[in-house]
């Protein structure tokens, strides 16, 4: 079976998309773990160390949503191909 020049673009771009899906997962996880973590510096009334841990949360959460924005919008280029 030949491959077309189209079957090749798709495969990189389908292959690029499931990365930038797992980067997207790995954020959210780190996230979530950030979260938990400054939680628990808070309820040992550790607040200084609470909110960094926060911040860190918020980080891993905005990256996060902007990867899975990133592969939501290849994944919309995929079906008009």
């Known amino acids: 079976m030949k491959h077309r020049t189209g079957d090749w673009y798709v495969a990189c771009l389908f292959n690029t998309m499931q990365d930038t899906h797992r980067k997207a997962a790995e954020h959210h996880e780190l ?3 950030a979260h ?3 939680a628990e510096h808070n309820e040992k009334g550790e607040g200084e160390a609470g909110s960094w841990h926060a911040e860190r949360a918020l980080e891993y959460s905005d990256h996060a949503y902007k990867l899975a924005k990133e592969a939501h919008n290849k994944s919309g280029k995929m079906e008009s191909l």
């Open 31 to 33: 996230a979530a773990h």
């Open 36 to 38: 938990r973590t400054a």
